[in-house]
């Protein structure tokens, strides 16, 4: 069984490699594809915050890790599975990550925090509510604390 | 431009139709596909949350809308672009939902409050960081809350 998708919008930002970290500040720009009305992105701007789903193309398929490694190969912290770590060379390659809003164009979506390169394709685009967001206190392990630390910065 | 995944496992839930409201207390089960080393999710059982990433494939691609509409053809509420809410009936219909992990076995994941039915193919599981959380307050409109009202009860 194979799903086929087809990109929703293209990223445009300054940064055009995927590197680990200080993602935080960084603006870019989600250009909607020309076969979507631009009514797609109306009312968006109601909301703070979005999530984007986009593919890692960037990473080389034979890159991809389908089972458990050390999460950025530091022998420091526990080998996990590929779905017990974000890392981007993972199985379909997906990346998710909830944005800020910065400002709404016709047909596109500014963002800030978006760790996704120049070029990127996007999946997808949701509008972050309260009540999709975790409704018990979040438990993670000390070495995902120690990997994001410098991750927003 | 088109891109093509794999399902990296399956949805067994006792639920099998779509519907809106009162998906809080549902357990389902992700099972592994084959193709994929059980090692793929070690570690998450120290994660209290995942993110799973689906496709809504009973959705009939015919009533997918691109524009923009009434979220759940709900008049009182407004028009709103189809990236402007969650609904399923969306461009490539994907669906994102954090769920609670209940128990991890062996090629299983058991979840609580995943919206999606039985046989739903399940594209990938992040595990939830506080990190990668809104880092500022969360605005979204009213209508919204109204209609995540019963979501979870």
Not at 24 to 32: D, K, M, N, Q
Not at 96 to 118: F, M, N, P
Request: net charge negative; charged share 25%.
């Amino acid at each position: 069984m194979t799903i086929t998708l087809q990109p929703i919008g293209f990223v445009r930002s300054s940064r055009t490699t995927l590197t680990d970290d200080q993602w935080g500040e960084v603006t870019a720009r989600i250009e909607i594809v020309d076969m979507l009305p631009q009514e797609s992105l109306d009312g968006i701007e109601a909301f703070s915050h979005a999530e984007i789903v986009f593919q890692f193309n960037q990473v080389d398929e034979a890159n991809i890790v389908s089972g458990a490694r050390h999460p950025r190969g530091n022998t420091r912290w526990p080998k996990v599975g590929i779905f017990a770590q974000r890392g981007k060379d993972r199985p379909n390659r997906l990346g998710l990550t909830i944005v800020r809003i910065a400002r709404r164009g016709e047909r596109t979506l500014d963002v800030v925090g978006l760790d996704a390169v120049d070029g990127t394709p996007v999946l997808d685009v949701k509008p972050v509510m309260a009540e999709f967001l975790p409704r018990e206190p979040v438990r993670q392990p000390e070495w995902s604390h120690e990997l994001m630390q410098r991750y927003w910065v």
